[in-house]
């Protein structure tokens, strides 16, 4: 996998490259610091991922988006920024971003977006859609990854397990199954797959 880190700021893209240096399935990474480098490396590099900020001093980072898709280029496109306005995220959603993830989010967050942009599917901060949505349903009151989580139990597999599926960490995954069963007022994994194979919703 090859990726481009688009940000003004050297040390969050150097920050970015440190979080990803671990990983074994990300080949080559560039870094670019304005619209028209990012746009020029685009071209000449063909990254699968694009990480970009939103605001690259003056600059909108958006715009990178918006010439890739008139010029076909084939690059996934995860937005990192710390503005959670809903207008920002909409207008990302509009022109064509893959992903939209907040700056404050954790390194496996982060590089749990990108495997899901990777495998051809969106990612949305689930701080973000929350806020925007605020009538869900008891399914919709999960967040993306505890969906996940949720699916993965109803699999039957252990918690070590979904960790490896998921690129997270085993106490996380914890984490999250305390979290689903608090909202979904289950209390036992055979609650969990009986509840996923019985929910058309989460398979939508």
């Not at 995220?89 to 989010?105: P, T």
């Amino acid at each position: 996998m090859k990726m481009l880190i688009v940000d003004d700021h050297p040390l969050v893209r150097k920050g970015l490259v440190s979080a990803f240096s671990a990983e074994k399935d990300i080949d080559s990474i560039k870094e670019a610091s304005n619209v028209e480098e990012a746009v020029n490396i685009l071209h000449s590099f063909n990254p699968d991922i694009a990480i970009l900020d939103l605001r690259l001093g003056k600059e909108d980072g958006l715009e990178i988006v918006v010439q890739a898709k008139k010029e076909g280029v084939s690059t996934k496109f995860l937005i990192l920024t710390s503005s959670s306005k809903k207008e920002d995220f909409i207008r990302a959603q509009k022109i064509g971003a893959d992903g939209f993830i907040l700056k404050e989010a954790f390194a496996e967050d982060i590089i749990y977006a990108i495997h899901v942009l990777a495998r051809g599917k969106k990612f949305y901060d689930p701080e973000i859609t929350q806020s925007i949505s605020s009538e869900e349903e008891e399914l919709r009151e999960l967040t993306p990854r505890e969906r996940d989580v949720l699916l993965e139990l109803g699999k039957g597999l252990s918690n070590i397990q979904i960790a490896n599926r998921l690129y997270i960490s085993e106490n996380t995954v914890k984490k999250h199954i305390g979290s689903i069963f608090s909202k979904l007022g289950i209390s036992h994994r055979v609650e969990a797959v009986l509840y996923v194979n019985n929910s058309i919703g989460l398979n939508q």
